[in-house]
């Protein structure tokens, strides 16, 4: 048990700071829109769509540092399990 | 000498009507008019723009000193990036979208008027109004009349287009958007850019 949180800890952070610097290592807020600019041909106007795109930011990061530190936090609390078939006896 | 007297009086008739102002409607159906706003605190930029622009402006391409005209941005359609932000932006702790839907600027004066072919460059006075504060602030414009240019931006259209570009600053404490808090994380100052076409259907 305690190895297994330790284990999801390690690949929280490994993944969420994978996936956060895949997609532009974005070091503001996370954002869940991103602007678009389009251009007017008539008029020559730039104007802004906005698209539906999930960016994770620093606070993405945090939410996963804190996430793996609950988690080994955890780790400390939990049992290890006995193999010593001595200890077993006296249970 | 009757038939010059009326040839006399259709022509006068007929240039006061070209050189006649005529209204240029900003309620965009492609939805290009936006107006962008930034913010840039020490601690946090914060860049956002809204789509929710109408309006209508009065304008004579033989006067164009002469314009006059009010723009409305629907405070609701101010957006950002990020949906906190967005909704701590619209809360009525900041710019109370519901209490104060429309943010506005409505032109007193035109100076230091400057045309140039269809395009005019002038500083207009006029009364700016946001969170239910008004202001009087001055703002350097450029102003392009297309003539007959409307068909290509709406299909099956006939009519001229307005465009209207804009950059000016305003302070957030000067209408009592928490004033003198939070000003690391966002900036008293903030930059406005307006950028919208006007159509006059024929």
Same mark, same amino acid.
Do not use: C
């Given at each position: 048990? =305690?190895?297994?949180?330790?284990?999801?800890?390690?690949?929280?952070?490994?993944?969420?700071?994978?996936?956060?610097?895949?997609?532009?290592?974005?070091?503001?807020?996370? =954002?869940?829109?991103?602007?678009?600019?389009?251009?007017?041909?008539?008029?020559?106007?730039?104007?802004?769509?906005?698209?539906? =795109?999930?960016?994770?930011?620093?606070?993405?990061?945090?939410?996963?540092?804190?996430?793996?530190?609950?988690?080994?936090?955890?780790?400390?609390?939990?049992?290890? =399990?006995?193999?010593?078939?001595?200890?077993?006896?006296?249970? | 000498?009757?038939?010059?007297?009326?040839?006399?009086?259709?022509?006068?008739?007929?240039?006061?009507?070209?050189?006649?102002?005529?209204?240029?409607?900003?309620?965009?159906?492609?939805?290009?008019?936006?107006?962008?706003? &930034?913010?840039?605190?020490?601690?946090?930029? #914060?860049?956002?723009?809204?789509?929710?622009?109408?309006?209508?402006?009065?304008?004579?391409?033989?006067?164009?000193?002469?314009? &006059?005209? @009010?723009? #409305?941005?629907?405070?609701?359609?101010?957006?950002?990036?990020?949906?906190?932000?967005?909704?701590?932006?619209?809360?009525?702790?900041?710019?109370?979208?519901?209490?104060?839907?429309?943010?506005?600027?409505?032109?007193?004066?035109?100076? &230091?008027?400057?045309?140039?072919? /269809?395009?005019?460059?002038?500083?207009?006075?006029?009364?700016? *109004?946001?969170?239910?504060?008004?202001?009087?602030?001055?703002?350097?414009?450029?102003?392009?009349?297309?003539?007959?240019?409307?068909?290509?931006?709406?299909?099956?259209? &006939?009519?001229?287009?307005?465009?209207?570009?804009?950059?000016?600053?305003? @302070?957030?404490?000067?209408?009592?958007?928490?004033?003198?808090?939070?000003?690391?994380?966002?900036? /008293?100052? *903030?930059?406005?850019?307006?950028?919208?076409?006007?159509?006059?259907?024929?």
């Amino acid at each position: 048990m =305690k190895r297994a949180l330790r284990i999801i800890a390690g690949v929280l952070i490994i993944g969420a700071t994978a996936f956060w610097a895949a997609t532009g290592a974005n070091r503001g807020w996370t =954002k869940t829109h991103v602007p678009k600019k389009i251009t007017d041909e008539a008029t020559g106007l730039e104007g802004i769509q906005w698209q539906e =795109k999930f960016v994770p930011g620093v606070d993405f990061l945090g939410a996963a540092l804190l996430g793996a530190g609950v988690l080994t936090g955890l780790s400390f609390l939990s049992r290890a =399990k006995s193999n010593n078939p001595a200890i077993k006896t006296e249970q | 000498m009757k038939t010059k007297f009326t040839l006399l009086a259709f022509i006068a008739l007929a240039g006061a009507a070209l050189a006649a102002p005529q209204t240029f409607d900003f309620k965009d159906p492609k939805g290009i008019n936006n107006a962008g706003f &930034k913010l840039d605190a020490p601690l946090e930029a #914060i860049n956002g723009s809204a789509s929710g622009i109408s309006g209508a402006v009065t304008f004579d391409p033989g006067i164009p000193g002469a314009t &006059k005209g @009010k723009i #409305i941005v629907a405070t609701a359609s101010l957006m950002l990036p990020n949906p906190m932000q967005k909704q701590h932006m619209l809360s009525d702790k900041w710019l109370d979208a519901a209490k104060y839907p429309e943010i506005s600027f409505e032109s007193k004066e035109f100076k &230091k008027v400057q045309t140039a072919g /269809d395009t005019t460059t002038a500083d207009v006075t006029g009364t700016f *109004i946001l969170k239910g504060v008004s202001k009087e602030i001055t703002v350097p414009v450029k102003l392009t009349y297309m003539k007959d240019k409307l068909g290509q931006r709406v299909p099956d259209q &006939k009519g001229d287009l307005l465009v209207i570009r804009a950059s000016f600053t305003i @302070k957030r404490g000067d209408f009592n958007i928490n004033p003198g808090q939070f000003e690391d994380k966002v900036s /008293d100052a *903030i930059e406005i850019t307006l950028s919208i076409a006007g159509a006059s259907p024929k």
